[in-house]
Structure formats: C-alpha cells, structure tokens
C-alpha cells in the first residue's frame, strides 16, 4: 500500500459500501444513501472538514478497479467534499443551500492524500480492525469517561462538578450527611453543582478554581466546610435549576448563605492544590491548627516546556513602532503561573494595540469599530483562506460569539471584577494569539518593501 495525493473529483463512492442497504447506481444514490435519515452528520463532518482539513491521522484507502480510484473506507469524507464541491448532488434544496453556505464560508480542499491498495482484501484487514471494536485491543481502543475528561482537561461544568464532588467526599469522609448529600448530588443534580461552580462569582466567592485533574483552594476545607454543607444538603434537596438558573440568582443564593461563607480575611496566603491520582484524592486539604491534621503534602508541579512559560514566550516583533515592541517586551517578562490576572489583561492589551497599529499605518477603515472587527481584518490579511493551523484558535477566540476564550470572556478579564483567569486560559490566549502578532508585523514590513 501507498499513498498519494488525488484530486476530489477523480474518486468514486463505493457502491457496494456496508454503510449502504443494497448496490448504488450512481453518485447521487451514493450520496443520498450516506446522507440517509441524519443528514445533519454529514453537514457537521463538511464543517469540520472545511474548517479544518482532512483528518490526517485517517486516510481513505482506494483501489483501483476498471481504471477507478473507488473509496473503500473514507466515503464519509469524500462524499462531504463532493458536496461542498457540488451542493447540487446533494438530494433536497434544503441541503444543497447549506452545503453550499459552508462552501462558501471556507476553503475547500480539491485535493486529498489516499491511501492506494492493490485491491479490497489487502484493505479489509485495515478497515476491519477501524470498524468492527477493540478486537482483543488491536483495533481502536475508545477511550473511559475518565479518559476523555482527563484529555479535555475536565472543561465542561458537569466533569468540573464530578471532581469536585470526589473530592469533597475525601475532604468530609467522617461526615455522614455530608457525603450523602454529594452523593444525592452526583446521581441526580450533579448538572446543578455545576452551573453553580460555572460561574466564576461563585468560585471566586468559594476561592476555587479548577486546574485539570486539580482544585485550587483559597480557604482551609475546615473554613469552607460550613457552606459547602448547606450547598449540597439545598442542592440535594430544595433548590432547583429554576432557583439558580441565572447570575442574579446564583448571586441572590450566596447572600442568603452569607453565614456559612468563610471570610475573607480567612484567605491563604498561597492556595492549596488537591490532585486526583486514580480512584482517590492523593492530597489533603490544608486543615486549622486546631484539627490536628497531618501537614499538608502538595503534588509537584508539571514540568512545562519553555514555550509555555512566559507570555507571549517566542514573539518578536520588528515592524511595529518602538512603543508597541516595548509593550509586548515588557508583557513577555509576566510568568503565566505568577501572575494569571496580570497576563489576562495583557494579551488583550497587547492584541489590540497591534492590530490597532497595524490598520492605522496600512489604512484600512473597514470593521474597525470593535477589536472583534480589528482581529478579523488582520485575519483575513494574513490568511484568507482560514488554513493556517498555528491561526485556528486565533479565529475561533475572536470571531466566534460563543464557546470559551471569545472576545467576551476577554474583555470581562479587563472589565469585570467577577473574571477569575485560569493559568490555562491565559496560557492557550497567549498560544493563540501569538502567531497572529508576528503575521501582523509582517504585513508592515511587506508594505515598506
């Protein structure tokens, strides 16, 4: 088997493909037969595709039969790409319009890297072992709940609530209401804990903050005890979605908690770090005196790699006027890990002031009225067919409305007192946006050229 790069156009569906209730004729019963009764799985892969290219790690395997480059495992993808080539394949009016909105919105590629087999039973090994399980560990093992949350760094509120859960559950092991209620919490509202733990007023009132497999207190768990008591015993009992469903009313429920909330004179100088190794919590809580706890042990740190540690670690800029390289000069001494806050204000700062510069000296007017609309003219600069991998995230943080990272999350670090960066926040803004900076200069200096 080789591989080789193929046009889209010369690649044919297979028609006897297993996905198929019986033989196609022809392309458009192919396509019709893969858009079935969820089309909207083929529009999600399209988008996919088109916003970020063909999956390398997956190539589609061809073979040729009667002078035919036939897809025998890929035919998903390609019939994706033959769609946004042609949206009049597709098989309602409905679809070709939206096929042809993604087309239109982005690149796509004409080309595709295959992988070419002498014939299907040289193929049917790989496509086996793709489709058909685990096969005693040979084929694709699917990762455990607990995997995918551990590589997507528990980002999603109900994760961030199960971690904490497991980990309030060791902190109070000897308090039988307690533990309960959490348990009550987990197997049914566990949803609830974590659009109260969402909101960065109440964490920021807890003093917790979530680092991947890891909770960052600002209080002893003894300080926090009382409040957490009452949360979960509400949350397993009377309040409902219906009664913390807003910021206001998340905020209206901490004042009638105002007793049980630790002070916040009672703050440590440095938080804690409680890490989950496997089925336990390997750390505990940093306890009073007068408990009599053991002294606390806290994990190692991660090791980072270089890159990571400053702002905008690697970033030279050339081009810019004097003040505007001092300014990111002096952002890139902030230690991420010092200095969260600092840096979240920074990386808006220094984005703006370059994009700002950037359009004032080559003259543009147009989408200048919003540093969303400043980004996006820098963007579609310096890459206007949206391909550039290192300007992906760039992309997605400044021109999308929703989702984590976007303009508005930015502008709260600045604006809004309630804004807790992370150090990850911070770090994958930095990462972003970086790449955009150079690309920027660079375009100041092919202006003088």
Request: proline share 4%; with cysteine.
């Amino acid at each position: 088997m080789k591989q080789t790069s193929m046009y889209v156009t010369s690649l044919v569906l297979d028609e006897v493909n297993p996905r198929h209730e019986k033989r196609t004729t022809s392309l458009e019963e192919s396509l019709a037969a893969l858009l079935g009764d969820s089309p909207e799985k083929l529009l999600r892969l399209a988008k996919d595709i088109a916003t970020h290219g063909i999956n390398p790690t997956e190539l589609p395997i061809v073979v040729i039969e009667a002078d035919r480059n036939v897809v025998v495992e890929g035919n998903r993808r390609v019939a994706a790409l033959k769609l946004l080539m042609k949206p009049s394949l597709a098989p309602t009016e409905k679809l070709q319009r939206q096929f042809s909105a993604i087309a239109r919105n982005n690149s796509v590629p004409r080309r595709v890297l295959c992988v070419v087999a002498e014939n299907r039973l040289q193929a049917e090994h790989w496509i086996r072992l793709r489709h058909t399980g685990e096969n005693g560990g040979v084929g694709v093992v699917r990762w455990s709940s607990g995997e995918v949350s551990r590589f997507s760094g528990r980002s999603t509120p109900t994760e961030k609530a199960r971690l904490f859960i497991d980990l309030v559950s060791d902190w109070y092991g000897d308090d039988g209401d307690l533990v309960q209620n959490a348990l009550a919490v987990r197997n049914g509202r566990i949803t609830n804990l974590g659009r109260m733990i969402a909101d960065p007023y109440v964490r920021n009132r807890l003093g917790l903050s979530f680092e991947g497999d890891a909770v960052l207190s600002s209080y002893s768990r003894a300080k926090l005890k009382p409040v957490l008591a009452r949360l979960f015993s509400d949350l397993a009992g009377s309040v409902t979605v219906d009664q913390i469903k807003s910021k206001e009313q998340r905020k209206d429920y901490l004042q009638q908690v105002e007793d049980d909330l630790p002070r916040l004179a009672d703050r440590l100088e440095n938080p804690e770090i409680y890490s989950k190794v496997g089925v336990g919590v390997a750390t505990n809580g940093s306890a009073d005196p007068s408990e009599g706890s053991s002294e606390t042990v806290k994990p190692a740190k991660r090791k980072r790699a270089d890159f990571e540690k400053r702002l905008f670690q690697g970033v030279a800029l050339r081009h810019v006027s004097l003040r505007t390289s001092e300014v990111l000069n002096e952002a890139k001494r902030l230690k991420i890990d010092d200095m969260p806050n600092v840096g979240a204000v920074m990386v808006r700062a220094v984005v703006d002031i370059v994009v700002t510069e950037v359009a004032q000296k080559l003259s543009w007017r147009r989408n200048q009225d919003t540093l969303k609309g400043r980004i996006g003219a820098v963007l579609s600069q310096v890459d206007p067919n949206k391909d550039n991998p290192e300007l992906a995230n760039a992309w997605r943080f400044s021109q999308q409305d929703e989702g984590a990272l976007v303009l508005k999350t930015l502008h709260s670090f600045v604006h809004s007192w309630e804004s807790n960066p992370l150090t990850s926040e911070v770090r994958k803004l930095s990462m972003a946006y970086g790449p955009l900076l150079v690309l920027a200069d660079e375009l100041l200096e092919k202006k003088r050229r």
